[in-house]
Each structure stands twice: as C-alpha cells, then as structure tokens.
C-alpha cells in the first residue's frame, strides 16, 4: 500500500513539471488551452512537438517569460517564434524537426543547449544568447550561428560542436571550446574575470574571428593542450597562462602585457615549456 502510494506521488509529481503544447486554440503561448498541463513556468518543462501536438498552430511567445526547460521538435515538426525575453533554468533542445525562430530579445539558458535542428534569426538580428547557469555544454549535429552571445560570470561553458557567433560575443565567466573552433564575423571580448581556454596548436583553430579581439585587464588566455602550441599575438594579453605539456613558443613580439592595475600583466608557467625563441613578451609595470 505504501509502495503503491509512492509510484503514484512520483508519477503525479512528474505529471506537475512538464507541460505540452497542444496548438489547438490559437498561437498564442499565454492561452491555458494549448497546453496539456497549465502554462510552462520556472518549474513546469515546455514540450513542443510530441503527440500532444494535434492542432494546426505553431507557438509564439509575446510575453516575457521563466520556464523549467525548453524542448522543441519530436514526434511533430516544430516552430516556436520568440517575440519576448526568456529566461530557461535548465536545458533547450532543438530536435532534427524542431526550429527556434528568435526575435530582438534576450534567451537566456542556464542548463545545456543542444541544437541538431534550426534556430534562426529574426531580420532585425539583435537577439542575444547569454549563458547564465554554473556548468553548460553547448551540443548538437548542428553548428549554431548565434548573432550575440554572451557566457556569465561564475559559469563554464564547453564546447562539443563547433559554434558561429556574427555580432559580439562577451566572455564573462570560462569558455573551453575543447578541440571545437568558435568562429564568425563577430568581436570577441574577454572581460575582467573571464577566461578563455586555448586547446588546439594555433590559436585561431579554437577562435576564428574577424572583428576586434579584445582582452581587458584581469582577463585570462590560458593555453593547455598536451603537446606544443604557438601563442597568439592577436590580443594585448592581461594573464597569460601555459599549461599543459610541451612547449607554448611565441609567433612574433607581445603587445606590452596590460598593466592598468598593480596586480595585472601576469604570466603564469603553470606546466610545460614557454619558449619565447627570439621575440619579447614585456610589460612597462605591475604583474607577476
């Protein structure tokens, strides 16, 4: 008896976190009636796209928003058009049938995105991504062309596929593109207490962008492949940082390492073999 009590507690509280769209009354996402199970909340998952979807309108968000997690495409091919901000505690998945149509407004996501389907812009092209949780993987058989992304303070974000960024892309917290390459016609910027991490042998196999590249005091570079890398003289480095193993060479004299503040223009020798060969990799004070 209590067992049975138990399975049917979890099987109702399940039933309380996930709600799916139905698309049966009209487009809109604030209609109770295209949901199978109330509106989509910071506590109750969005489904779009499974076997509940049996009418004939695609969702439109036109009210801001916070939902649990963010699923679209499945069962039934997808479209959820963003005309608001929206804030997801967890995860957005974009299944292989499932499209993200975003408009001029901010997503932000604090779990995993994982995109193997379509996310398009809107022609106004000023929606932003921002990477707002602790840990996030950015995944999917689909390399997302983002126009403004930008990764928090306090949060990692790794890469397993590689990613497009065209407008302005803002480096608050650690971004790790793993052996993936981030690339695209936007600026980079790695803000005071943002890192990123730098994998492969040149640095433009991990970061392959066209506009300025910016590193502002108290940011860090860190190169840490196991093997030898070059060191990129693309940025006025603030802290730089060598680790894993090999030898990290420098390709041609530093910038003069920023030196705003006593505590920066830093180079750590954490592991391996720095090799400045015949050039310089100076700073007029402060540092370590």
Same mark, same amino acid.
Request: glycine share 12%.
């Given at each position: 008896?209590?067992?049975?009590?138990?399975?049917?507690?979890?099987?109702?509280?399940?039933?309380?976190?996930?709600?799916?769209?139905?698309g049966?009354?009209?487009?809109?996402?604030?209609?109770?009636?295209?949901?199978?199970?109330?509106?989509?909340? &910071? /506590? =109750?998952?969005?489904?779009?796209?499974?076997a509940?979807?049996? %009418?004939? !309108?695609? +969702?439109?968000?036109s009210? #801001? *928003?916070?939902?649990?997690?963010?699923?679209?495409?499945?069962?039934?091919?997808?479209?959820?058009?963003?005309n608001?901000?929206?804030?997801?505690?967890?995860?957005v998945?974009?299944?292989?049938?499932?499209?993200?149509?975003?408009?001029?407004?901010?997503?932000?996501?604090?779990?995993?995105w994982s995109?193997s389907?379509?996310?398009?812009?809107?022609?106004?092209?000023?929606?932003?991504?921002?990477?707002?949780?602790?840990?996030?993987?950015?995944?999917?058989?689909?390399?997302?062309?983002?126009?403004?992304?930008a990764?928090?303070?306090?949060?990692?974000?790794?890469? &397993? /596929? =590689?990613?497009?960024?065209?407008?302005?892309?803002?480096?608050? %917290?650690? !971004?790790? +593109?793993?052996?993936?390459? #981030? *690339?695209?016609?936007?600026?980079?910027?790695?803000?005071?207490?943002?890192?990123i991490?730098?994998?492969?042998?040149?640095?433009?196999?991990?970061?392959?962008?066209?506009?300025?590249?910016?590193?502002?005091?108290?940011?860090?570079?860190?190169?840490?492949?196991?093997?030898?890398?070059?060191?990129?003289?693309?940025?006025?480095?603030?802290?730089?940082?060598?680790?894993?193993?090999?030898?990290?060479?420098?390709?041609?004299?530093?910038?003069n390492?920023?030196?705003?503040?006593?505590?920066?223009?830093?180079?750590?020798?954490?592991?391996?073999t720095?090799?400045?060969? &015949?050039?310089?990799?100076?700073?007029?004070?402060?540092?370590?």
């Open positions: 008896y209590l067992i049975a009590l138990s399975t049917i507690f979890c099987i109702f509280s399940f039933a309380q976190t996930t709600t799916s769209w139905k049966i009354t009209n487009t809109s996402w604030g209609t109770t009636t295209n949901w199978t199970n109330g509106l989509p909340s &910071s /506590t =109750n998952a969005a489904i779009i796209g499974d509940s979807f049996t %009418g004939s !309108f695609q +969702p439109t968000l009210a #801001a *928003s916070t939902i649990k997690s963010l699923t679209i495409g499945g069962t039934v091919a997808s479209n959820l058009t963003l608001k901000a929206i804030t997801v505690n967890e995860g998945t974009i299944n292989a049938n499932g499209t993200l149509t975003h408009g001029a407004f901010a997503l932000t996501v604090k779990g995993n995109n389907g379509t996310y398009t812009l809107t022609s106004n092209n000023k929606c932003t991504v921002n990477f707002g949780g602790t840990t996030q993987i950015i995944s999917g058989s689909n390399a997302t062309t983002f126009y403004r992304s990764i928090n303070a306090g949060n990692t974000v790794t890469l &397993s /596929t =590689n990613v497009v960024v065209n407008n302005l892309f803002t480096i608050n %917290g650690t !971004f790790d +593109p793993s052996t993936f390459t #981030a *690339s695209g016609a936007a600026g980079i910027t790695i803000a005071n207490g943002g890192t991490k730098v994998n492969t042998t040149l640095f433009t196999d991990n970061f392959s962008f066209s506009g300025t590249k910016n590193a502002v005091a108290g940011s860090t570079i860190e190169y840490l492949r196991a093997g030898d890398q070059t060191i990129s003289s693309l940025f006025t480095y603030s802290t730089l940082k060598i680790g894993g193993s090999g030898t990290k060479s420098l390709a041609a004299n530093l910038t390492l920023r030196n705003t503040g006593a505590t920066f223009g830093n180079i750590q020798l954490n592991a391996g720095f090799d400045m060969v &015949s050039f310089t990799a100076n700073r007029t004070n402060g540092g370590t």
